[in-house]
């Protein structure tokens, strides 16, 4: 499930806000009514779409409050104003409102707008405010904005991983599909324990190049580096630029899969402490439970996870431990908790005797060597075994990549219907 997705009016190019009605997803402006009829459509699609505080305007949101039915009557004109029940609030009004402090909030708000303590918009605006710090019923955390990336390194995982198990034990509130207590509790305490990897820049710009092309893969246990884990590239990859770290923990049939941006910046610098102590570094995009033997190309929003462990499974990788700062160890050890374990993942050298083969010319060969490097489709094969080797049972050969490692990558424009494997006949179905 995609938890980036931000809904926008066509009409007014406004962020809009979402409301569950039952079980239907209802779409409205923010603060009031706009004056004409909703027209939901996916933000990404309009240009310059209006996503700041909603008390403020100042800055992106990070926190969506849910607060009770909020009506103002006017003395004077016997006219009554009636208010959202969300509101998209940015950090530094998130601090006001979370120390119950509404005439600081109004009075950051109002001197943004200019607004005379005296005048009658500053007196609503307080009126509104008040209502908001007072009948606030709890926050979740906003995964739609867009947030500039942070950059990661191997030395920063582990307070990477615990800022984000400190989230999931918080009381904030998560996106629906990954909000559940106990399901959160859980994958807490499998994050604690879970095996971490970062991928240098050379793997990742591998990824990033070959990611897109990549022909269906079935998600195993054979090409997983672990039964459970936290992966990040120094910066985001995938289609969308946004993805920078994936999580997987065994649930069920299969894996739950987790897949996170991270924030690095956009706010002011006093700010930044209150982020990470608050959030972290990562926010969640994509939830997907994912069952075994389920087929995803590289143009999936988890392709590029599979493409790396790919190319980790044809040993075109090597990990190493990273070197963690004597501060997180001895932090761990002040905890009682075993020093975490991260992997940097990284090219494997070439051989001198791979390196002279590539330039050292060759005898002629019955069949043309290819000049480029290529993704060759998963398929099955019979493989022998037995005595003499004189019997045969079929296997699965996941997508790799042919070719000397010297050779550049040539890409194609296959189109490819994805479903998941059936168990009969080995081959991709249209589930």
Not at 37 to 45: F, I, Q, R, T, W
Not at 169 to 174: H, V
Not at 331 to 350: C, D, G, H, L, N
Request: charged letters at 20%.
């Amino acid at each position: 499930m995609n938890l980036a997705t931000m809904m926008a009016c066509a009409t007014c190019r406004i962020a809009l806000t979402e409301h569950n009605s039952g079980d239907t997803i209802v779409y409205r402006h923010p603060v009031s009514d706009d004056g004409h009829e909703v027209v939901p459509v996916n933000a990404g699609l309009i240009k310059g779409v209006f996503n700041s505080c909603h008390t403020c305007t100042d800055a992106p949101p990070m926190w969506n409050y849910h607060t009770g039915h909020i009506e103002i009557l006017s003395l004077s004109s016997g006219i009554a104003a009636d208010y959202s029940d969300q509101w998209h609030v940015c950090l530094r009004c998130a601090q006001l409102i979370e120390a119950d402090d509404s005439d600081a909030l109004t009075a950051r708000c109002a001197g943004l707008m200019r607004w005379h303590p005296d005048s009658d918009e500053y007196t609503i605006l307080r009126t509104l405010q008040r209502g908001i710090v007072l009948s606030r019923e709890g926050r979740t955390l906003l995964t739609t904005t867009n947030w500039p990336p942070a950059r990661i390194s191997a030395d920063m995982m582990p307070k990477i991983r615990d800022r984000f198990s400190g989230l999931l034990r918080g009381p904030a509130n998560l996106p629906a599909a990954i909000n559940d207590r106990d399901q959160r509790q859980n994958l807490a305490r499998q994050l604690d324990l879970i095996p971490m990897y970062w991928i240098n820049q050379e793997f990742t710009n591998l990824v990033n190049t070959v990611s897109a092309d990549r022909p269906p893969a079935w998600v195993t246990d054979e090409i997983a580096p672990s039964t459970s884990g936290l992966l990040a590239w120094p910066q985001p990859v995938g289609q969308t630029g946004q993805l920078a770290a994936v999580s997987w923990t065994p649930e069920g049939n299969g894996w739950q899969v987790i897949g996170y941006h991270s924030i690095g910046s956009g706010m002011d610098e006093d700010l930044m402490p209150t982020l990470r102590h608050e959030i972290g570094w990562l926010a969640p995009i994509h939830a997907e439970h994912v069952t075994r033997g389920t087929g995803l190309d590289g143009s999936h929003p988890l392709g590029p996870l599979i493409t790396t462990w790919l190319l980790i499974n044809q040993q075109m990788a090597e990990a190493v431990p990273a070197k963690l700062s004597k501060g997180i160890v001895k932090a761990y050890q002040r905890s009682q908790r075993p020093t975490p374990e991260v992997k940097i993942v990284q090219i494997r050298t070439r051989s001198s005797t791979s390196l002279t083969q590539c330039t050292e010319p060759t005898r002629p060969r019955a069949r043309a060597k290819p000049d480029h490097r290529f993704w060759v489709s998963g398929h099955p094969r019979q493989q022998a075994y037995g005595p003499g080797r004189s019997l045969r049972r079929e296997i699965e050969i996941q997508p790799f990549l042919k070719g000397d490692e010297h050779l550049p990558i040539r890409l194609s424009t296959t189109v490819r219907v994805l479903g998941s494997r059936s168990a009969t006949d080995g081959k991709l179905g249209t589930d």
